[in-house]
Structures are given as C-alpha cells and as structure tokens.
C-alpha cells in the first residue's frame, strides 16, 4: 500500500518508509546526522531545529521541559518516525525519560556526555566536560560522574557562547578564534603535576568547532566526539524493531527534509541544509 504524505513523500507499509527523526535545538544535531547517514544510507531522515527556541542552554528546566513534550506531540503525529535522535545533550539531559514516559510505543535514542568513554580513556585522570550551561546544571549530568567517573577530576564548563559561534560559523563560515580561545581556556587544568587530557564536546554544535579549538588550545587534548555512537546506537535499536520485517528499496530521490519551528530559516541557512542534502520545508 502507498500513499502521499504532507511531506510529499511516499509512504508505503516498508520499514524505510518510515523517516528517522532527528531533533537539536539549532544545527548541532547536524554533526550526529552526518554519521547517521553513512551508516544507514538507505533511510529518510526528517531534521528538527527548533530554532525558535534557541538557544536551549539558557531556559528554565520546568519550562524548557514542558517546551519539548508538547512540541513532540506534534512532531510524532505530522511525521511519524520511526524512532527519534534527541541530538541534543541540552534537551536529552532534562527530558529524555520524559518523553519516553509520555509516548511509550515510540523509541528515542538519547545523547548525553560521554562521561563514561571519557573516564574509561583518561591517562591524567582529569577530564572536562564542556557543554551548554543548562547541561552543566543537571542532575543527570552529576549522576553520570558519580556513576562512572568518581576516580576522576571533571571540570564542568559551561559555554554560554560557543553554540551560538557554532551556528554562525556553519552560516558565514566565520569564527572569532579569540571568542573560541576564551569559552575552551578553563577546561584546561593542571594539578599535582597532571594535567587535563580529554575534553568532552557534550553539546552537539561543539564538533562544528573543533579544529578551531585544537588550534586554540594551550596543549593537545582527545576531544571526544559522541555522534558516531549516537548513530550506532540509532542502527542497533532500528535493527531490533524491525528484525524479520522487509526492507524498502532504495528510493530513487532521498527527499530528507529539515524543519525549522522558527518557520524563518534564511538563505545562508536555506544554502547549508543543501549542502546536508536537506530541503527546508
Ligand atoms: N546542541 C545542543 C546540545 O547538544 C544545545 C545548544 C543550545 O541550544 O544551547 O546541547
């Protein structure tokens, strides 16, 4: 069976007819999209920025909370994914349990900081975390050292700018180095003679940035990525739920769309969603 969705797609009872959702506040989720399509290249993805919201680091928890469950209703019942990639550690942090409690049959994936790999890598024993100012607040931020990095020194930092530099870097392609320089400075620390050896890029614009922080920084760091396991763990939860069901061909033309709830996305915006082989709806 077949059918036109509003999105002008076409929709038919296989598994790959069924978009992928992916959801940041801005463009960050953008780098977990990019590994997500090299490693599912046959599926369509449906990109949500929610840039009328933006920037997620800076609300309240109560309202930002309310914000994403009420507009996920919505998501879910015009688009109908398959499965959603909250790619966005601001919004995972504060509500990933929500939504599952709030739309049981629907799976999401999360993405949170990668404390664990980054504890499990640390030579020094002293790790940074840098992330928006809202996912340096949580709780579950804290629980996730208390339960796997308790042998280490982690440095919360929280940015209130980077993600904003992010975004006009991806549009212009224009970052001010000394603005990157200042918001990375205090991830890195040196005590007892030890000095900080990894940082956790735990915001999803930050990887946007890296190279720019490489050059910045005071001394060579890991930078840890997470959206190559972000998108793994998008494979193996599709490969579950669709065990035994039968594969859509490849569709010809990929018509994978982004969505800005802002509803005003502008040229240079227009002109990188291209570029992410993305039509703005
Ligand atoms: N990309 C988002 C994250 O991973 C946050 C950016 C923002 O809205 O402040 O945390």
């Not at 009872?13 to 780098?31: C, E, K, N, R, Y």
């Not at 790790?127 to 208390?146: K, M, N």
């Amino acid at each position: 069976m077949t059918d036109t969705s509003p999105l002008g797609c076409v929709v038919s009872d296989g598994v790959a007819a069924q978009p992928v959702l992916m959801f940041d506040s801005g463009i960050g989720g953008l780098t977990v999209l990019r590994e997500a399509r090299v490693l599912m290249p046959g599926r369509r993805f449906v990109y949500v920025a929610d840039d009328a919201a933006f920037p997620y680091g800076a609300w309240e928890e109560p309202a930002l909370k309310d914000h994403i469950l009420s507009l996920f209703a919505g998501l879910l019942e015009r688009y109908r994914p398959s499965i959603s990639v909250i790619a966005c550690n601001t919004a995972s942090t504060l509500v990933i349990d929500a939504l599952r409690q709030a739309f049981p049959g629907h799976p999401f994936v999360g993405t949170v900081p990668a404390i664990k790999p980054a504890a499990e890598r640390t030579r020094s024993g002293i790790v940074s975390v840098l992330a928006t100012p809202g996912t340096v607040r949580r709780q579950y931020t804290r629980d996730l050292i208390e339960t796997w990095a308790r042998k280490c020194h982690v440095r919360l930092v929280g940015s209130d700018r980077l993600a904003g530099l992010a975004e006009a870097y991806m549009r212009d392609g224009f970052v001010d180095e000394e603005a990157v320089r200042a918001e990375i400075a205090p991830c890195f620390i040196e005590r007892d003679g030890a000095s900080t050896d990894i940082v956790v890029l735990a915001c999803t614009h930050y990887p946007f940035l890296v190279n720019r922080m490489r050059k910045t920084a005071p001394w060579p760091v890991d930078w840890i990525d997470p959206a190559e396991a972000i998108a793994r763990r998008a494979v193996s939860l599709l490969d579950g739920l669709e065990a035994g069901r039968a594969h859509e061909a490849l569709p010809g033309e990929r018509n994978d769309v982004a969505v800005f709830t802002s509803g005003k996305a502008g040229f240079a915006t227009r002109r990188l969603m291209q570029g992410f082989g993305l039509t703005v709806t």
